[in-house]
């Protein structure tokens, strides 16, 4: 049955119809479903954004996922990895700019040499301040083991997007074998929530092949989990990988970023107390893409605090917004863009989910 874009946006449960038809909206329709997504998300969680300083702790991955710069098949850039000591001062820096939190995100690798050393670096960030800092990990595909060991030694939330909810477009933007497995991804997922971390997942929007069918199955997809948050942003070709010759007939950039903000808008109208990222991907393609995704819904901003020299070489995607910004120009830039839209940065805070701390409090009851 069809619905007036009012009625839709007062229903208390989204069937996939209604998403689909949320998705669809253009013009005042979609500025109409921006609103309400930035009023229910006011009344969940406050005007407050978190902040997570990000460090880009290696590019060297043994993957070769078909859309990213750092994939193991790209010889165009130089590997790295930082030192222990300069993830250390990246996390004090974070500490000292009132960040409350790090994310450390890496390309992915499973040895144990690379999963030892993270043990290390998270108990090192941990001593910081007597444990001051929330650790979020973005590391990729690893065993339950090595998931628990993390947890236990301190990191309490994890990144790992699904990248698409449907098996056959994933098999699309992914090579179909034992290290690109979509069953795998999904019992990672799977594996962290029940370990209890936060755990977050999410998607690509403006992909080749995808359709807004799934991406309305995607949405359902982070209900039916009850993550406790999401990154989306807008797919960026990049010319040194393979779904690069799709650049042309993706939707172009102003639909894919819409697109973008009509997933976030939609989900915190399903999800009104979770952590959504305003990815730096929308500052990529609009300078002011992450405005507009925090105005739509998102509420958690990850500043890059990698030291400027090797973030050439992390480039997942072209032409990376703040690249060459200083960590400290990023904080006072960042602090006036938020109170210009209305927002307040929550300093000194790690900025837990509502939403999982929700659930973890009754399940204890
Ligand atoms: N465009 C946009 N986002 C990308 N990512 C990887 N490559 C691209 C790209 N070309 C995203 C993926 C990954 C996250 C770290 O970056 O969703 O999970
Ligand atoms: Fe490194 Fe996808 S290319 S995890």
Redesign the pocket.
């Known amino acids: 049955m069809f619905m007036t874009i009012r009625e839709l946006l007062e229903k208390q449960y989204l069937e996939k119809d209604d998403i689909k038809q949320l998705l669809a909206t253009s013009g005042e329709e979609m500025q109409m479903l921006f609103h309400k997504a930035q009023e229910v998300k006011f009344s969940a969680l406050d005007n407050f954004v978190h902040l997570r300083g990000l460090i880009e702790y290696s590019n060297k991955c043994r993957k070769s996922?078909l859309?990213?710069?750092v994939r193991s098949n790209n010889t165009n850039i130089e590997r790295y990895t930082l030192t222990d000591d300069e993830v250390v001062e990246c996390a004090k820096l974070s500490h000292k700019l009132g960040y409350g939190s790090v994310a450390i995100?890496s390309g992915e690798r499973s040895d144990k040499a690379f999963t030892d050393k993270i043990t290390t670096l998270i108990k090192r960030i941990k001593e910081i301040d007597g444990g001051s800092l929330g650790i979020t990990l973005?590391l990729g595909e690893q065993s339950d083991e090595v998931y628990r060991e993390w947890f236990e030694a301190g990191a309490h939330r994890y990144l790992l997007?699904i990248?698409s909810s449907n098996e056959d477009l994933y098999y699309k933007i992914h090579p179909h074998d034992e290290r690109h497995d979509f069953h795998k991804r999904l019992a990672c997922i799977d594996s962290l929530l029940s370990i209890g971390y936060q755990t977050g997942t999410?998607v690509?929007v403006g992909l080749p092949f995808q359709t807004i069918d799934i991406l309305a199955d995607d949405l359902i997809f982070f209900r039916q989990k009850d993550v406790a948050m999401v990154g989306m942003?807008?797919?960026?070709?990049?010319p040194d990988?393979p779904l690069y010759k799709y650049a042309d007939q993706i939707p172009p950039v102003q639909e894919r970023m819409d697109m973008t903000l009509k997933m976030i808008a939609t989900l915190r109208l399903m999800m009104p107390e979770i952590n959504m990222v305003a990815a730096t991907?929308n500052q990529t393609i609009d300078p002011m893409g992450r405005e507009k995704a925090i105005m739509a819904g998102a509420n958690v901003i990850m500043p890059n605090l990698t030291p400027n020299e090797y973030r050439e070489d992390y480039l997942?995607?072209p032409d990376k917004a703040c690249v060459s910004d200083k960590p400290e120009e990023c904080f006072s830039c960042l602090d006036i863009r938020m109170k210009a839209i209305g927002h307040k940065i929550l300093y000194n805070a790690w900025g837990d989910s509502v939403a999982f701390t929700k659930k973890k409090a009754k399940s204890e009851r």
């Open positions: 996922c859309y990213c710069g995100q973005s997007r990248e999410g690509m942003g807008p797919f960026i070709p990049h990988t991907a997942i995607y």
